[in-house]
């Protein structure tokens, strides 16, 4: 069956809600994974737009979260999860924000989609400081045993 990832809050395809956006309370929904390829050691979180500024002409991948280090062991995230609720070990990435930590949709304009990329890894990354997700991509290369995406979308009503 391979990786799995999945949210409560929403279904892959599926709108976003509000209160896990720049115009709700700006919390980070909840994630569940499972099926982890044999011999994972860790996991990385990756969260970008790739519809950025706007989806008729995106322009940019607009990083909303980054996370690496997370045990294996570890079998998902509660909604609106602290640094300190983070599973032992993870580590914090820099969003396009340039700052660590969830940041939810906030799209300018049009429906953008939001790709939420779990990658299981064969090794536990050496601590790469605050790595944005560039950074991180080029450590995660050769050590990726499985990939699961969780897309969602979202549109601002104004």
């Not at 976003?16 to 569940?32: H, K, V």
């Not at 969003?95 to 799209?107: A, E, L």
Request: proline share 10%; net charge neutral.
């Amino acid at each position: 069956m391979g990786l799995t990832l999945v949210s409560t809050a929403f279904r892959h395809g599926e709108e976003i809600p509000a209160r896990f956006t720049c115009d709700g309370e700006d919390l980070s929904p909840p994630l569940a994974w499972s099926d982890l390829p044999a011999g994972a050691q860790s996991l990385a979180l990756v969260v970008d737009d790739p519809d950025a500024p706007d989806p008729a002409a995106p322009k940019m991948v607009w990083v909303h979260w980054v996370l690496y280090n997370i045990a294996a062991s570890a079998t998902g995230l509660p909604e609106a999860v602290k640094p300190a609720a983070l599973p032992a070990g993870t580590l914090e990435g820099l969003n396009d924000w340039r700052r660590t930590g969830y940041g939810g949709p906030c799209p300018p304009i049009g429906r953008h989609r939001y790709f939420f990329k779990l990658y299981a890894l064969d090794t536990a990354l050496p601590d790469l400081g605050k790595p944005n997700k560039a950074r991180l991509e080029t450590a995660l290369h050769g050590h990726v045993l499985g990939q699961a995406t969780l897309m969602g979308t979202y549109q601002r009503r104004r």
